[in-house]
Structure formats: C-alpha cells, structure tokens
C-alpha cells in the first residue's frame, strides 16, 4: 500500500540517482562556503550543491516552478559543512519523492535539521578530531619534522574527506529508505530530537570552552587587595560567558538574526573602549 | 622578492578557498605555514612556526555564523616576518597575531558585502537557469581568493619593516582590546546555533552541557557522550508518548463505534 502511495507522489520527471551525480555533488560541495556571508550565510552553496540533483529532477519544468526551487534553496541556511551532505542526500531524496505542492516541507526539514548537524560536527570535527589529529602533527613539526605536517593532512583528511564522500550516499539511500517506511515523518521528528539534545550540550559545553571573558580588575582593601573576577567566579564559573551569550541569544532572537554583525562590530568597539580603561 | 610574493599570495588565496569549501585544511597554521616556509626556501623553519602556532590557535573555531581571528592570514604572515627577518619562531608569532585580527576585519567586511552577490542570484532566478544563479556563488569564490591574497602579497612584498611599522604604529590597547573581543565574539555564533536549535521544553539539555563543561570540567567528547544518553532517553520517551498517542486515538474510535 506504502508503495502505491510513493509511486503516486514521484514526480513526473524521470530520475535515477545515479553516481555521476554524487561526483557532481561532492565537486560542487568543494565551493560550499565561498558566498558565506551574514545575511543566508550557506544559502548559495547549498543551492549549488544541489544544482546536480535540481537541475535533472526540474529539466522539463516550466521556468516559474524552478524560480521557486531557487529560492527554496537561498533561504537561510548554515550548518557544518563535513556533514552537510548527509543532509543534502536526503533533501535530494524529499526532492525526488515529494510532490510539487508539498515542497514546502522540504524547507522545514532543512531548517529544522541544520541547526543540530551544525552543533554536532562543530564538536566532533572541530572541537575533537582536529586538535587530536593536528596536536600530534604539530608537536612533529616544531622540531623541525616534516613528517608531521603529512601526518595531520593525510589523517585528517581521510575522515574529513571521507565523510563528505559517502555522506551524499548515506543521507540519500537512508532518506529513502524512511520515506519508502511510510513512516518519514515520525522518524525524522526522531532524528531532530535527538540530535537537538546532542546538540544543546555540545552548545552548552561550547559556551564554557570557548567563550572567554574576564575582568582584571583589582581594589585595595585594608591589608589585601579584592580581585573582582574571584567575587564573580564565587557565583558560577564562567557567570560573565553566560551572561554575554545570554545577550546576544536575546538580541539575536528578537531581530531574527539580522543583527549579527552589529552585535560582532559592537563587542570588537566595545572591548577596545573597555580595554582602554583598563575595566577588561 | 616579487615571484616569492606572488607564490605566497597565490598560496594565501588557495587557502581562503579552502576554508570556503574544500576543506582540505591547508587553511590551518601547521599547513599553511609549513608550505609558506617551502616557498620562501626555509621549510624547517616554515614548519616550526606553523607548528608553534597551530597549538597555541588549536581552540580557536569557527561555531555557527562566529569568524576566529584569522589564523590563515596570521599563520602565512607570521611565517614570512619569521624567516625573512631571521628572527625565527618569536618574531612570527609577534606578527600572526595581529595580521589574524587585521586579516579579520577584511574577511568580516567581505562577508557582509557578499550577500549583495545572493540578492543578484534571486533577481535571475526568474530566468529558471541555475547556471546562471550559481554563478553569483561562483564568482564570490575570485573575492574570497582575493582576501587573503592581497594582504599576504603585500606583507612578503612590502617587507616586513612596513608591517612592523603599522604594528608599531597601532596603540596596544587596540590589539589588546581586539584580543579581548576575540574570545567573546564565539558568544554570537553559539547564539546563532542556539536561535535554530532551542525549542521549547528543550532549555534544560543546554543547562545540562554547560554544567558537564563549567562544574565537573568534562571535555567536548566526555560531554558529547553524556549528551547521547539524553539523547537516547529522550528519543526513547518521545517514542513510548507517540504509541500512547496512537493507542488513545484507537480506543477512542473503538469507543466510537460501541456507541
């Protein structure tokens, strides 16, 4: 009955998946973050790194359905780029399996799933495969061995590399796979789910380890002095990191995120004024 | 001097590429550092100042929409004053650290003129050819090779007395105070994370991650596997609450039918 059902809401262009056009997306994912900018950030490479899939799937399309694919794709989007494909493979699969009318659950999903994948390959390749992979290289490299800098290339990129190349793969076949269940929503409400959980205490942890602020500031009082940042870490280590993410999660929730770049200009004004007078 | 400033500013701009897409990263200060120093003929030395400098930056990530100080820029400059100057490790890691904040602000200020490049690309959509979309992201690629190039060219070319003059010329507390800004900038791309992934009833996971990072003092992976079990669990109870759903919904159409 599953089956019956699917075959219905394919749309009327002939499309195979084939492997030409996982090169062509693996190619075209190499240009990912070139038009990264503040205001879509991913929008455009993720465009282009579906182009191979859209351009086949829409071929015959009439020109006002594919302006609409476009800008399906240059929405907003950011996530981490190793893992981006897994996420581009099953959009290729909605994309091939969902009706014209239905497309826009394509970019629910999309929105939905890119925040988590984001969080996640940010702690897993940047925050624990690199500096395992470029600590031992380094520690080669400054005495001077060559053999260090080969080591974390070669390393490094086998994974990196490696999981870009079956990621479209893996992400289209799977995303099959639970559209072909009859079951795709429920199984991607799973995946969000938990991948949001994993997400949030890899952003939690993030908050902690990589934003830092202190305050240096020292007064005399009697016989010793009272350094301000001891009275502050009494309440909670790392109070001021979470005060200031706290901050800007408020602003940039409110504005929708248009404020990014103020908020990046006015720390940078901000701490040069503050540093001046000492205060940070 | 000027083929080895156009070889080290065409090595700066296939590493602006590669943080844009390929990955490779030759981007990081080991790489980019290591090759700077081949070109310049001194590849030990290249490979001792990327090295010394890839550990010191080895935390310094992008996170969501969040630039680090430039650790490309910095790494490729800082080796270039290191060797051309004789000075060795201390000198480059003088210099990287200020051209990765300068190099910053021009990346900065690209990124926020590309998006003129995505509103170009929307207005040709009409036209259904996504060739001619794409070519908008394409051609961001030639201003992005461009960002790091230009610098990179003009430190190798200039010398480094013209940069240690700037830099001279700087007052610290704008170099401190850009250090200062560096370390709380990740704080807006964490939030830009957090806009997309926190939702209702989801806050407290978020707690929890800060508190295994903060209190206990766990590392990314021992958090990331606390994290899988409330994953886990969480699945498990969204689960066991979708075939109650489902039972409760049946019954009711039993009852339904009985009445």
Redesign the interface.
Known sequence: MTTAQNNQSVPSTEFQMTNKIYREMFIHHLTYQWSWNYERQQAAGCLYTMTPVLKRLYKDAPAEVKEKTVKRYLEFFNTHATLAPLLFGLLAALEVSTPEEEKDSITSIKTGLMGPIAGLGDGLFWFTIWPICASIGASMAVTGNVFGAIFTFVVFNIINQGVKWFGFRVGYTKGMDIINSGKSDEIIQRISGAATVLGLFVAGCLVSTTVSLTIPLEFASGEGTIVIQDLVDQIMPKLLSVLLTAFCYWRLKKTNGKETVLLIFGIMIVSIVLTYFGIL | MLVQALLVALWAGLCS?D????????R?P??AG?VTGLLLGD??QG??I???L??MW??V???????PPDITGGAIIGTVAGITSGGGVSVGVAFAVPAATLILQLV?LL?????V??HR??AV??????DK??R???L??VF?FLVRAVPCFIAVFLGNTVLQDFIDWLPT??T???T??S??????G??????????KN??M???????????LG?P??G??L???V???I??YN??QN?RIEESINSMEVEGGIDL
């Open positions: 590429l943080d844009g897409g390929i990955q490779l990263q030759i990081k080991l790489l290591t590849l030990e490979l001792i990327g090295g010394t890839e550990l080895l935390g990530n992008s996170v969501g929409a969040y630039n900065v990124q926020t003129y590309l998006s490049h995505i690309a929307e959509a009409k036209t259904g050819d996504f979309v794409n908008w992201h394409l961001s690629g992005l507390f704008i401190d105070g850009l200062v800004a370390g709380m900038i990740p704080a807006v964490i939030s830009m994370l957090l806009t997309m992934m926190l939702k989801m806050w996971y978020l707690v929890a991650g800060f508190v295994c990072a903060a209190y766990l990314i992976l958090v990331s606390v994290g899988l409330f994953a886990g969480h699945d969204f689960v979708k």
